[in-house]
């Protein structure tokens, strides 16, 4: 099985991130501009504060009646998420988000600075991909036209 750092080789370490003193409002427009779940929380000098999600937005903004124009990102974001580190396996990433009930991990380095983000969809690309290609393999081994 493979690591963190595989899934990052093909995707990529460019995360995109919101301050916490932006509005829920202006987070949601970075949701759409890039189509993605979750932006990472990072102050002016780009240390890693938290992450905001979609989740965040439902549970903690519309569920309670508050403002997305007047709420800041600070006062609902998931302080302290969980994260990995590129070592860490993508069987281990599976077991994580599914008994968390996650769909999105940081990926930070040994001095806890963000790296990366990887998400529930990157997580089952891979093994998918994985699976395909040792299929692929073993057709190939089966039926003597292996390479």
């Not at 309670?64 to 990102?73: F, N, P, V």
């Not at 991990?105 to 998918?128: E, H, M, N, T, Y």
Request: proline fraction near 2%; glycine fraction near 6%; hydrophobic fraction near 40%.
């Amino acid at each position: 099985m493979g690591k963190v750092r595989n899934i990052l080789q093909v995707k990529g370490h460019a995360v995109y991130s919101i301050n916490p003193d932006n509005t829920v409002f202006e987070a949601l427009e970075m949701l759409v501009d890039h189509n993605v779940g979750a932006l990472t929380v990072v102050d002016s000098q780009e240390q890693f504060l938290g992450i905001f999600s979609e989740r965040d937005y439902a549970r903690r903004v519309i569920l309670k009646g508050r403002a997305s124009k007047e709420t800041l990102i600070r006062e609902i974001m998931t302080e302290h998420p969980i994260t990995v580190t590129e070592e860490d396996s993508i069987e281990d990433c599976m077991a994580l988000m599914t008994d968390k009930r996650i769909r999105h991990l940081p990926v930070v380095d040994a001095q806890s600075r963000l790296i990366g983000l990887i998400s529930i969809g990157d997580v089952v690309k891979f093994i998918i991909d994985d699976q395909r290609h040792i299929i692929n393999s073993l057709e190939h081994y089966i039926t003597g036209t292996h390479r």
